[in-house]
C-alpha cells in the first residue's frame, strides 16, 4: 500500500552515497525533508532533474531543509553521479526496492522504469505533499513552492 499525504514516513535504512548506513531517524521527523525517487543515475532526464535539485540547494537549505535521492543504482554508480555532477546532497541505494516499495513508488511508462516521485516531509515526519510527474525538471519548482507554503 503507497504511503499518501497524511501519512508518517516510517523508518527505513538504505546505503548512502558514501557508502554508510543512512539512517532516517536521524533526518526525517526532525527537519523537513525533500525525497525523490528517479530511475537511474547519468540518463538525461535524471541528470536535469539531480542538477536542477544541485542549483536550487540553497534554496532548500535556506528553508532547513534537506534533500536526497533514491535509485537503483549501486552506492559506486551513485559516487560517480554525485562527483560528475557535483551534488551537495545525499542519494541513497535502492537495489533491492525496498524503499520504492515501502513508499508504494509506481513504475512509470507500462512498468518498464522505475517511477519519478517526489515527496516533501515535513519536520514532524509528516507527508504534505506527493509530486508524480515523468518530466524531471518540474519535480524541483514543485517541491521547492510547496516547501515555502509550510515553512514558518
Known amino acids: 500500500m503507497a504511503l499518501k499525504v497524511g501519512d508518517i514516513v516510517p523508518y527505513f535504512q538504505a546505503k548512502a552515497t558514501n557508502g554508510e548506513l543512512f539512517d532516517s531517524s536521524l533526518v526525517i521527523g ?14 538525461p532526464g535524471c541528470t536535469q532533474q539531480a542538477c536542477g535539485f544541485r542549483d536550487s540547494y540553497e534554496d532548500f537549505t535556506q528553508l532547513g531543509a534537506d534533500v536526497i535521492g533514491v535509485s537503483g543504482d549501486t552506492t559506486a554508480s551513485h559516487e560517480k553521479f554525485t562527483s560528475k555532477y557535483q551534488l551537495p546532497f545525499t542519494l541513497l541505494s535502492d537495489s ?22 517526489t515527496y516533501v516531509i515535513d519536520e514532524k515526519g509528516v507527508i504534505r505533499f506527493i509530486f508524480d510527474h515523468l518530466s524531471g525538471k518540474i519535480h524541483i519548482d514543485k517541491s521547492l513552492q510547496f516547501l515555502k507554503s509550510i515553512v514558518k
Do not use: C, E, H, S
Open 96 to 117: 533491492d526496492k525496498k524503499l520504492r516499495n515501502l513508499f508504494g513508488v509506481p513504475t512509470a511508462l507500462f512498468g518498464l522504469l522505475p517511477g519519478r516521485v
Open 30 to 43: 526532525i527537519k523537513p525533508v525533500v525525497l525523490y525517487f528517479y530511475p537511474k543515475d547519468d540518463t
